[in-house]
């Protein structure tokens, strides 16, 4: 069964550059999460798009943006690196009313 | 505000026993979502169970069982003859009925690594 891609699997930044996560949600799915996750902590809910449309923000830095485009993939956009930057950032879907997310490999940024 | 607590940070066990890691969490909704999602060395987030506020079956898959308990807020999670490749952080999580949308955010619990042994 296809699974959510995300891309790239790693990657590496130095400080106060920019980076952009892709997120390609399971197919038909139309809703996306994306979700931080620090060394040894919980992920942390960022943002969500329902129908291309952001549904809810959470505890997401102004120098983060995000969008779904009109396949459904989503971009999370990341300038201003900072150190604090360095995590797994994850991306999840899910379809309407089924509340199961469905999580992709996740992005390992390192920022040096 | 929805939390999630699980109290066991880590646990070690050996192979074959028995082990529950336990989760309560709190909401002021009627209506929500509880999950429970293993984390390998790997790193990846691979699902579980969802149970919703309204079902309180207990369930059982293979070696995993889950207890639910709204009297208590609590749903914990039983691995019977554990093995080595159980070896995982293991996060509980909830998600509260949005406002409108598919806006059903999860909350984790801080995780609990288990480490099995042979």
């Known amino acids: 069964a296809a699974g959510v891609i995300q891309s790239p699997r790693h990657l590496i930044k130095e400080k106060r550059e920019t980076a952009t996560l892709k997120c390609y949600p399971i197919?038909?799915?139309?809703?996306v999460y994306w979700y931080q996750q620090g060394p040894g902590q919980d992920p942390q809910f960022l943002i969500s798009f329902y129908e291309k449309m952001q549904s809810d923000k959470g505890s997401i830095p102004d120098r983060f943006s995000a969008q779904q485009f009109s396949d459904y993939h989503s971009e999370l956009n990341m300038s201003s690196l900072e150190l604090g930057d360095s995590a797994l950032y994850f991306c999840?879907?899910?379809?309407?009313?089924?509340?199961?997310?469905?999580f992709g490999p996740g992005t390992r940024l390192t920022v040096t | 505000a929805q939390k999630v607590t699980q109290a066991q940070t880590e646990i070690s066990v050996v192979e074959k026993e028995d082990v529950t890691l336990d989760c309560v969490y709190e909401?002021?909704?009627?209506?929500?979502?509880l999950f429970w999602y293993k984390q390998p060395p790997s790193g990846e987030l691979v699902f579980l169970i969802r149970?919703?506020?309204?079902?309180?079956q207990n369930e059982i898959s293979g070696r995993y069982s889950w207890n639910f308990q709204k009297s208590t807020s609590s749903f914990n999670f039983t691995i019977t003859a554990s093995q080595v490749v159980d070896s995982a952080v293991y996060f509980c999580?909830?998600?509260?009925?949005?406002?409108?949308?598919?806006?059903?955010?999860?909350?984790f619990g801080k995780g609990t690594l288990l480490t099995v042994n042979p």
């Open positions: 197919p038909r799915h139309d809703t």
């Open positions: 149970r919703n506020s309204f079902d309180e």
């Open positions: 999840a879907s899910s379809y309407g009313t089924s509340y199961e997310q469905y």
């Open positions: 999580a909830l998600s509260e009925a949005g406002s409108g949308g598919s806006n059903y955010k999860l909350t």
């Open positions: 909401t002021r909704d009627t209506t929500y979502y």
